[in-house]
């Protein structure tokens, strides 16, 4: 081993090691390459365009909307307590929480980190109540929060410089930074479609964003039932909503919700 290899190494190795930081939700050590700041400022950007070249509705105008807000901002109070409770609260010290309805179709819903959440009315149908409203917009706000599109740039800046040259092949380009925000999160092409998460993702969205809907004082049962219809909806039809091809609500989801149910309610529920 030559000593300039070896001194990569070893730079490369305690950038790595200063790099890890615990996730506040999910309490797991967490590679972090890329700053948050960097990651919300590639969001804001996307989310922007999304916004500009949709038909967003108003609270004020649509009644949809209006639910869409009442139930977002009780869950990004929930969130915001939890973290505060926590003595975390300079972790959201970047985020800047939207809540938006966007009339389509398509049967969707995202949350973006910086806490930009949209829902689609498409996907009201099938929610058909505040609660499972709530299951939905904290499953998506999790994502955010548990960093796990962060986590997928991480892994695809390895894959491209092979952890060689790590957050400073980013630092300082924005340009650079965007492509790769989007290629994680399936953007760009399509605006505002994301790709799907890992199961085990899914699953921690799943577990936190139980217990979001019932700090938020909504009863967290229902997420069986919206699961349910969600997974009727996508066999009655033939195109399935697009939720559901990036959440597949299998029988393992409902399960697993199941398996948690009891202690969501012990531990957070109080309507
Ligand atoms: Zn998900």
């Not at 869950?75 to 973290?83: E, T």
């Not at 899914?202 to 979001?212: I, N, P, Q, S």
Request: hydrophobic share 40%; aromatic share 8%.
């Amino acid at each position: 081993m030559t000593k300039q290899f070896l001194s990569i190494v070893l730079l490369a190795t305690s950038v790595f090691f200063s790099a890890c930081t615990q996730n506040t939700i999910t309490g797991k050590s967490q590679l972090s390459l890329i700053s948050d700041a960097e990651i919300i400022a590639a969001a804001n950007t996307e989310y922007k365009q999304f916004i500009s070249t949709s038909k967003v509705l108003t609270a004020g105008g649509s009644s949809d909307a209006a639910s869409v807000t009442r139930v977002g901002n009780r869950v990004v109070a929930a969130v915001k307590k939890y973290y505060a409770d926590m003595g975390k609260s300079a972790e959201l010290g970047a985020y800047q929480w939207e809540i938006n309805t966007v009339s389509s179709k398509e049967a969707n819903a995202w949350c973006m980190p910086g806490g930009k959440i949209v829902v689609y009315t498409g996907i009201l149908p099938i929610t058909q109540n505040d609660a499972a409203l709530a299951v939905v917009i904290g499953h998506e706000v999790t994502h955010a929060l548990a960093s796990h599109g962060k986590q997928r740039m991480n892994a695809s800046l390895i894959k491209q410089l092979g952890g060689e040259a790590l957050s400073a092949a980013l630092a300082n380009k924005p340009k650079e930074t965007q492509a790769l925000f989007n290629s994680a999160y399936g953007l760009g092409a399509q605006y505002g479609v994301m790709l799907p998460f890992a199961r085990k993702d899914e699953y921690e969205a799943d577990k936190f964003g139980l217990m979001f809907t019932a700090l938020a004082g909504y009863n967290p049962r229902e997420a069986i039932k919206f699961w349910q219809r969600m997974s009727a909806a996508s066999n009655s039809s033939q195109k399935p909503p697009e939720f559901a091809s990036t959440h597949p609500s299998d029988e393992n989801r409902i399960k697993q919700l199941q398996s948690i149910m009891d202690d969501t309610m012990n531990k957070y529920y109080k309507p």
